[in-house]
């Protein structure tokens, strides 16, 4: 099974700056890797899939980057509404696997 | 729009039952793959099951293999899953997720709101 790291465990930034999440598989994923946000009370959100697609109605502001074992999630200039826990989650091996989460909180 | 309602969780105990349905609309149900996954109190999420769009096709992560069932019904357009010999660490919010794939099973979008299942005594 593919163990997914994510780092820092929690981010504190201010509103407005960029926020930079790390996602590191212990073994290659290809390109296999989405980025889902999580607010409190409420079930995940898909924002980024194939590494560094953007899913329907998400802004801009949110890309993706990466391959093989290093991948990155960042958010240019944050909103308060994008304070929450971000999960990364492989598909290229058999089962999926999640990273243990990144909280971003506000500074 | 595309829509996802589980229900059916509680309070259980040790070595109990529970079936959990999720009703689908807004799209197509048979045409796609559907999943469970769960996230214990405070913790990240674990994939727990999915079944191919026909029902033909099921996988269970090692952790709930033998104890518990995926099945659908696309005449109800509901995804179902029956947990049986239920542990502690079965306690979880359970997610039912349209699963999307292509050579595989790959991510899930959208996701229902969950609900809790609770195993205790």
């Known amino acids: 099974e593919i163990v997914m790291t994510q780092s820092p465990a929690t981010l504190s930034v201010s509103p407005g700056e960029r926020a930079t999440l790390s996602c590191r598989a212990s073994?290659?994923?290809?390109?296999?890797l989405a980025w889902y946000q999580q607010k409190l009370g409420q079930a995940p959100r898909l924002l980024v899939y194939?590494?560094?697609t953007r899913a329907t109605g998400i802004p801009a502001r949110f890309s993706g980057s990466g391959s093989g074992t290093e991948f990155t999630l960042t958010i240019s200039s944050l909103q308060s509404e994008d304070f929450a826990v971000y999960y990364c989650?492989?598909?290229?091996?058999?089962?999926?696997?999640f990273g243990q989460g990144t909280k971003l909180e506000i500074k | 729009e595309v829509q996802l309602v589980e229900s059916g969780g509680g309070l259980v105990q040790p070595g109990g039952s529970l079936r959990l349905p999720c009703v689908a609309s807004?799209?197509?149900?048979?045409?796609?793959?559907m999943s469970w996954v769960r996230q214990a109190p405070g913790k990240g999420l674990e994939w727990v099951s999915v079944?191919?769009?026909?029902?033909?096709?099921?996988y269970y992560a090692d952790s709930v293999k033998g104890r518990f069932t995926i099945s659908r019904d696309n005449s109800k357009n509901t995804l179902y899953l029956q947990m049986n010999s239920l542990r502690a660490e079965d306690t979880a919010v359970y997610y039912c997720?349209?699963?999307?794939?292509?050579?595989?099973?790959?991510?899930?979008?959208?996701w229902g709101q969950g609900t809790l299942v609770t195993v205790s005594s």
């Open positions: 989650q492989q598909y290229n091996n058999w089962p999926q696997t």
């Open positions: 194939d590494t560094s």
């Open positions: 807004g799209f197509t149900f048979s045409s796609y793959a």
């Open positions: 073994q290659s994923v290809n390109y296999n």
């Open positions: 079944i191919s769009g026909s029902g033909g096709s099921t």
């Open positions: 997720a349209r699963t999307v794939t292509n050579e595989g099973y790959r991510w899930f979008d959208p």
